[in-house]
Structure formats: C-alpha cells, structure tokens
C-alpha cells in the first residue's frame, strides 16, 4: 500500500530526528542523503577524514531498518572482492557461490578512489541495474541497493580518478564539511560523556523506522508531488545550458535532467510542500550537477570552479513565474 504525503514527512521528520541523535548539526547533508534514498539513487560523498562519512551511512541504515556492508577500497582490491566468486566445494564436487559485500542494501564504498578503474566498474552493472553478472550468471540484487561511495578531497597520492561513466552514476556529490563551532563544542561534551556518537549508535541508540518494504511504499508517494511544465523546462534548460557554456568541456547529460527531477521533488518534500519550485531547483543543482561537468583546462588555471559556473548559470536561465 502506498504512503500518502501526510505519512512521507511524518517518516522523514521521523529518519532525521534518528540521524540526528549521532550526527551532529549537517542536517543539509542528511536532507541530500534522503534525497538520494528515496529517489533509489546513489551518492558520492566528499569530506575530510574524521567528519563522520561512515557514521552517516551507518545511522541511515539502522533508521531505514536495511542491511548494510562496507567495502575498504585500496589499491590491491579485486573486482571479485567486491562481487564474490565461485568457489569448489571438495566435500560435494560442485562450484558453490560466495557472496561478496554487494549483496546488501545500502553499501559504503569508502575511498572508491583509491582502487584502480577495473575494481571500480565492479559496481557498474551494480549501481545501473541493480544486479551482477558472476562467471557468466547474473545474480538479483535488493531493489533499494544504494551506493555511498566516499572520497578525501585534500589526498590525491596514490589515487584513481573516478571515470567519468561512474560519476554520472551517482545522483548527488555530498560535500561533508566539518561542524560549525557549536555543534563541535557538542560533539566535545558528549565525547567526555557517555553518549558519544559512535557509543550511541552501537548500543542501539538509533531505532529503525522503516523496513525495506515499506521504503519502497513510502517512495512511491513521492510522485504525487507536483510538477508544473514551466519548471520541467526549467530544469531541462539549466542542463542544457551546461553544454553551450562557454567555460565548460563536456557538460552533463540526460541522466543529469533526470536527477534533476526527482532530487527537486523530495527536496520540495522535505520543506514540507506538495510541489516543487524553482528554489527546489536552484538548491539541487551543484550536488546534481557539479560532478558532471567539466570545465576547460584554461579557466580552472584562472581559478573558476564548477560551482562557480554553475551559478552564473542559474543566473543567465529565466525562472519561470
């Protein structure tokens, strides 16, 4: 049965309040983890060591009430430590499959880029279509498989740059920055204390309020939500217009007006509306857009960034009344 809109910001206000009990302040970072949740889409998340990547993951988990694995990427990772592989079985002379950790829910890819570009596309076919092919046999995955995949944005020794096919895989680039001076002076009482975060969440301190069935409900309310024709050619326009600007190389594709869409519809969700404006655009359209596009080699040398272009662009584009 599916949810109405009532019960959908019931449940969200519900996850966050969950979250929020061992994340502390990055209440942004967890409206854009939502959005990725709910849309059944995957998120690259980019923070500096220590401001709590994996224990963002972990805590949405527990609150969605799904399985969750971690994979350590490094260097020396192979695609079957990723997958799993048949293995012989002496004692009854037959190939027996052995899961790898892609056999969950949601899956934290922690520092995806530091394995070469065949142990990543492992996740391809993964993250495309919810499945994976082992020895010639494909194998069905949970249809609310996300990927967390995360990355150090100071740390480049040693590391592959994600391709560019595995970026446009994932809806949202989550920037994860460290908390403002209170919620760190927070994060300090409570460390002293005996409500640390970590301690919280491992000793059941998060409760589930959801199960894998009734996530899938509870998306489906999601398309109740309105979207006018002004704001789909809104959207559309901004995408486009990624691939005229002067400044950029390669802009993003229709995969990127796709996100576009469905992020805007639950970020209107989560501000408690039933339709979507141009503000839900304009607040989507870095994290959707920002990993996609690449500028040309001689104005990142004069300093601009993609964010930087992005907004001029969302300044050029007429917004619909």
């Given amino acids: ?21 061992v994340i502390i302040g990055q209440t942004d970072v967890i409206d854009k983890a939502l ?18 990547k994996t224990l963002l993951v972990r805590a949405l988990a527990r609150a969605l009430g799904v399985e969750y694995s971690r994979i350590q990427f490094t260097p020396d990772l192979m695609p079957t430590d990723i997958t799993g592989t048949n293995v012989f079985d002496m004692q009854r002379s037959e190939f027996t499959l052995v899961k790898g950790p892609v056999f969950t829910t949601f899956l934290l890819a922690d520092e995806i880029n530091r394995a070469p570009a065949k142990t990543q596309s492992a996740l391809l076919q993964a993250m495309q279509e919810r499945r994976v092919t082992i020895d010639r046999d494909t194998h069905e995955l949970s249809r609310n498989f996300t990927v967390f995949a995360t990355q150090n944005p100071i740390e480049y020794e040693g590391t592959y740059p994600l391709p560019e096919a595995q970026k446009d895989r994932f809806m949202l680039k989550i920037d994860m920055d460290c908390p403002n001076e209170e919620d760190e002076l927070t994060l300090a009482r409570r460390t002293l204390g005996n409500d640390a975060p ?24 999601f398309n109740s939500i309105t979207v006018r024709d002004e704001l789909l050619s809104y959207m559309v326009q901004i995408v486009r217009t990624t691939r005229t600007n002067d400044s950029v190389l390669v802009g993003a594709g229709p995969r990127a007006t796709q996100a576009m869409l469905l992020a805007a519809r639950v970020h209107a969700a989560i501000a408690d509306r039933d339709f979507v404006t141009p503000d839900d655009a304009k607040a989507i359209a870095v994290p959707v857009l920002g990993h996609r596009v690449i500028l040309r080699p001689e104005y990142e040398i004069e300093g601009l960034s993609v964010g930087d272009v992005i907004t001029r662009i969302l300044q050029d584009v007429a917004v619909p009344r």
């Fill in 198 to 221: 970590e301690h919280v969440l491992d000793l059941g301190g998060v409760e589930p309020v959801l199960d894998e069935a009734r996530l899938a409900s509870v998306r489906e309310a």
């Fill in 35 to 52: 959005i990725c949740i709910f849309t059944n889409n995957h998120a690259l998340i980019e923070g500096v060591p220590g401001v709590a």
């Fill in 1 to 21: 049965m599916t949810a109405n809109l009532e019960e959908v910001r019931t449940v969200l206000a519900q996850i966050r309040a969950q979250v929020s009990k």
